[in-house]
């Protein structure tokens, strides 16, 4: 039982590790690469007390060496999607009453485990299984999962600490109950720290959770468990099930105790969600939360007075960093005509020196692309802007998959605003730009604002003062995460959190208060300390 209010540790961001020539953490690192490389894993399921093999595999290979196997899978069925709610359900009572400090301890403790023993080894996952560079996992699945255990905590007893008012004789009070039933989080393959965050986050307010990783992440989605079951997480509070989508998705969106989705993914795979689940309301015993984060065509749109190498570096970075597979990448540019040339020739420079290989080799800093869905998807865009009239390629464009899924870093320049390539999600290593003409400010952001259905990222690069506050305004709704004078992605838990509206989701941003208020019931408590003894009111008399 509590017996005082508690002040958790203040959250900081975690510090980023160079990964420099020489360092320690370069060499451990690598070493750590090299066993997981050499070695085979055995992934379960996790139901409840149980790791589940059902000896049905899948095999998993590096996207960069897909004839290499390191590890296989055991995939499930609909029995198993059952069991693990199940599991939850039975979890729920004992953690949903669990004092919340002790909550907070497992999370804290988790981050503090990350931040030693285990920073190598989920790195080193996500580089093997993700085909992502040192320091992109160093910032993904170390920094960032880190920052979301500790702020999460942070903004739970900010939460809890909202109180409302009590007149003279009365005493008001807010609980914030964890939902009724249970939670699916069903999270991607590229960012180890979503597929974190998405369970722990209503895991943290009291609920219980059926998390369904991404196939093509499960190897590092195995670490994550680990971890939790090294930091103390009761079992059956977070399941993790291999199963198809589809169907775990029969089970669960017609199960009576369904009572929140937290996804990330796909707009499309969003919205028929939604619509299944709007589809069957009548079945379930809540209203179930949806929060979801999906698809972005995110922007960079340059003003005649940027400058011009600071927009390429963007451009550079923003769109071409994990080879375009973040949500928030860089996609479509818009270049005024009088730094136009300026800034394509530093462009181009960047791309002529990017190294693209393994992620073992630490110069290399284009790897491959996740799996082979994703890059036939890419090239078909390539080739669509090859053969285009009204497009063509200037950098990149060149492909192989003979040892691993490698796609060249691609620009394509287009006269036509509304090329397929500006309008459409690619989730790739492909950038297109459009250059208008330099004193049409005014209606370039109109056409931007118009062009796409998302509005999670974009950024705007301008020495003028006054056009950068224009911009502002004009593109209010056009990204939720907006940029001044920097690229459109690498936002950071606790400063900049993250999400998008229109068609990019919910823009209930993740690691902030705000997520995490949506995974709560609020219960309204009063006590009248002088209860009336008369039911006359005053002005009866």
């Known amino acids: 039982m509590a017996t005082g209010f508690f002040n958790v540790p ?8 160079s990964y420099a020539p020489g360092t320690k953490e370069r060499e451990v690192l690598l070493k750590k690469y090299e066993e997981l490389y050499n070695k085979k894993v055995d ?30 899978f055991h995939k499930g069925d609909q029995s198993h999607v059952e069991a693990a709610i199940s599991s939850a359900l039975k979890a729920k009572s004992q953690w949903e009453n669990m004092s919340w400090e002790h909550r907070a301890s497992i999370f804290l403790k988790a981050a503090d485990l990350l931040a030693g023993p285990f920073r190598a080894k989920l790195n080193a996952a996500t580089m093997l299984a993700q085909s992502k560079n040192m320091h992109q996992a160093e910032i993904d699945s170390a920094c960032e999962l880190i920052d979301f255990f500790k702020f999460n905590v942070e903004y739970m007893t900010q939460i809890y600490q909202e109180q409302p008012e009590s007149d003279d ?27 974190g965050n998405l369970p722990m986050a209503p895991a943290l307010m ?6 369904k990783p991404a196939q093509s992440q499960i190897y590092s989605a195995n670490v994550i ?28 969106f017609s199960h009576p105790e369904f009572s929140g989705l937290h996804f990330t993914g796909s707009t499309g795979v969003f919205k028929q969600l939604w619509k299944t689940i709007g589809g069957n309301i009548d079945s379930y015993k809540y209203y179930p939360r949806i929060v979801g984060e999906t698809g972005g065509k995110d922007f960079i749109v340059a003003h005649k007075t940027a400058h011009p190498k600071a927009v390429a570096t963007a451009m550079s970075r923003g769109a071409f960093e994990f080879q375009g597979q973040k949500c928030s990448a860089a996609s479509r540019v818009y270049l005024p005509s009088n730094i136009y ?10 791309l002529n020196d990017f190294k693209m290989g393994t992620p073992e080799d630490p110069s290399n800093f284009i790897n491959a692309v996740i799996d082979r869905g994703a890059f036939d998807k890419i090239v078909s865009y390539i080739e669509y802007a090859r053969e285009a009239d009204d497009a063509h390629i200037v950098a990149g464009g060149k492909y192989d998959d003979s040892k691993g899924y490698f796609i ?66 004009k593109l209010q709704h056009s990204a939720g995460n907006f940029y001044i004078n920097d690229k ?54």
């Open 225 to 252: 468990m680990e971890l939790f079951k090294a930091a103390g997480l009761p079992n059956g509070v977070i399941n993790m099930i291999n199963v198809r989508g589809s169907e775990a998705g029969e089970v669960i």
């Open 408 to 473: 060249e870093p691609t620009v394509v320049v287009t006269s036509n605003p509304n090329f397929k390539t500006m309008e459409e999600e690619i989730f790739g290593p492909v950038l297109t730009v459009y250059k208008y003409p330099e004193n049409e400010w005014e209606e370039t952001l109109e056409l931007l604002d118009r062009t796409s259905e998302y509005g999670l990222t974009g950024a705007v690069f301008a020495q003028d003062r006054y056009a950068i506050e224009h911009a502002t305004t």
């Open 43 to 72: 992934i379960p399921m996790y139901i409840g007390d149980d790791e589940v093999r059902t000896n049905d595999t899948v095999a998993i290979t590096p996207p960069h060496d897909h004839q290499h196997v390191i590890g296989h």
């Open 169 to 195: 004789m009365i005493w008001n009070r807010m609980e914030y109950r964890a939902l009724e039933g249970f939670v699916f989080a069903l999270t991607p393959f590229n960012f180890t720290s979503i597929a």
């Open 488 to 541: 459109p992605t690498g936002a950071v838990v606790g400063q900049q959190p993250f999400g998008g509206a229109r068609g990019s989701g919910t823009n209930d941003k993740a690691g902030s208060l705000l997520n995490l208020i949506r995974w709560t019931s609020p219960r309204t408590i009063k006590e009248n300390f002088v209860p009336p003894t008369d039911y006359r009111y005053p002005f009866l008399g």
């Open 10 to 17: 203040p959250a900081e961001n975690e510090p980023v590790l």
């Open 206 to 211: 009291g609920n219980v959770v059926v998390w």
């Open 341 to 350: 040339d300026e800034v394509m020739e530093y462009v181009c420079a960047d």
